[in-house]
């Protein structure tokens, strides 16, 4: 059957405007909502992400200390330090992946009278890279404050506006800004932006409540044997194509253990750990998409109903078809080609309106959650179109079977 054949056909399907809109609605809407849902969950998952207050990405390997038995402890006295962070970074054997520690501690800081309680975490030039950090003012910590152990920090936003207050610009400014933490005077060379939870917490151990300082200047106040709370590794995005994240995994266990004489005083983390955690989030999106295909089902209906009414109405034109040499297949082929035709122009429609709607709510909800990414998820829109040609297909077979069945002669007579 040539295109412009079914073009003509397919005229003759939808004419009636409103019966035609009806029609579709229900393919619109099912195509529609799995474009829209599809956007709405992947920049959602983007969204939780940064508002997470930890390093969660993908391709992250957290190590942790991990209590052993009394007898293992005496085999060892090391304990997870910046030197297994040194030892990962320099290791030919991760293939450029990069390594950073971390240690915190919970503390008070004071300017003037006021007073706060704050996080002291350790960091280096590259956290901000590793936590996905912005800058409100000032600057981040540099090489220079590392080499000189400098009693410089960065401070969460909360922490600025409640022991300083104004803008964070006066962080940037000429003259210095410190506050006390531990008995130490620290100079605040940075405030980061603001980062809100989901909910509201009393823990300090959240971005706008933690004070970044160098990591030499902590140890050297306060973890003079180079302890440290956790060591994170990132792949190297070209050896990700080459190696699994496993592998990698895998080198950093048998990197440890041998530092640590065989004894494994340390758990190792990452996205394969928290698979319990990945599993509820794919159960939801596939019942959330699944409504998508209800309404595709819906349609599809739609689309049997109006494919029965065209065929009535179309009698005489198929008996007239059958008297000219056209065969019950070739009838069946016409119908069903019209049903998925239709059904894909509704698709067509949905994907669209899919792709507008999830603009329009992303720009909405990144003036009530802050930033929002807008996605438009490839899979989504291919999903989406190729269900619609099936719906079409499966809910046109019976009405294209019914006019390929019907007697030319009795065909030709009707009105």
């Not at 939808?14 to 992947?42: E, F, K, N, P, W």
């Not at 007239?320 to 009838?331: E, L, T, W």
Request: proline share 4%; with cysteine.
């Amino acid at each position: 059957m040539r295109l412009a054949d079914l073009l003509h056909s397919t005229r003759a399907v939808v004419a009636d405007r409103t019966r035609a809109a009806l029609t579709l609605l229900g393919i619109i809407i099912g195509t529609g909502s799995i474009v829209l849902l599809a956007s709405l969950l992947a920049g959602g998952e983007e969204a939780l992400l940064r508002a997470s207050q930890q390093a969660v990405e993908a391709d992250l390997i957290q190590v942790h200390p991990a209590e052993v038995s009394v007898k293992d402890r005496r085999r060892t006295r090391r304990d997870l330090s910046r030197d297994d962070a040194r030892a990962l970074a320099g290791s030919r054997a991760l293939g450029g992946a990069s390594a950073l520690s971390e240690s915190a501690r919970p503390t008070e800081a004071r300017a003037g009278r006021k007073k706060k309680r704050v996080t002291l975490v350790s960091a280096a030039p590259a956290a901000p890279a590793l936590y996905d950090l912005e800058l409100a003012a000032g600057r981040f910590l540099g090489e220079a404050d590392l080499a000189g152990r400098r009693r410089v920090c960065v401070v969460g936003h909360e922490v600025w506006a409640e022991l300083f207050g104004g803008p964070p610009a006066r962080a940037a400014q000429a003259e210095p800004v410190h506050m006390t933490a531990d008995g130490h005077v620290w100079t605040v060379v940075g405030v980061l932006k603001d980062r809100p939870t989901l909910g509201s917490t009393d823990d300090t151990n959240i971005w706008n409540r933690k004070v970044l300082v160098p990591e030499t200047t902590y140890d050297a106040l306060y973890a003079p044997a180079h302890r440290t709370d956790r060591i994170y590794v990132r792949q190297d995005p070209l050896a990700a194509f080459r190696s699994p994240l496993a592998a990698l995994r895998g080198v950093i266990d048998a990197t440890l253990l041998r530092r640590h004489h065989g004894v494994k005083n340390f758990k190792i983390e990452d996205k394969d750990s928290h698979a319990q955690e990945a599993l509820v989030l794919d159960i939801i999106k596939m019942l959330l998409l699944s409504t998508g295909v209800v309404a595709l089902i819906v349609g599809g209906i739609n689309i049997m109903n109006i494919m029965l009414v065209t065929v009535t109405e179309r009698t005489r034109e198929i008996g007239v078809r059958r008297a000219v040499g056209a065969s019950p297949r070739a009838i069946l082929l016409q119908f069903l080609c019209e049903a998925a035709a239709v059904s894909l122009l509704g698709g067509a429609l949905g994907v669209l309106s899919g792709v507008g709607l999830s603009w329009l709510a992303g720009a909405l909800l990144a003036q009530v959650v802050g930033r929002w990414a807008f996605h438009v998820e490839l899979w989504s829109i291919a999903l989406g179109l190729g269900l619609s040609a099936t719906i079409g297909v499966v809910f046109g077979f019976y009405p294209a079977y019914r006019a390929a069945r019907l007697d030319p002669i009795e065909a030709l007579r009707a009105e």
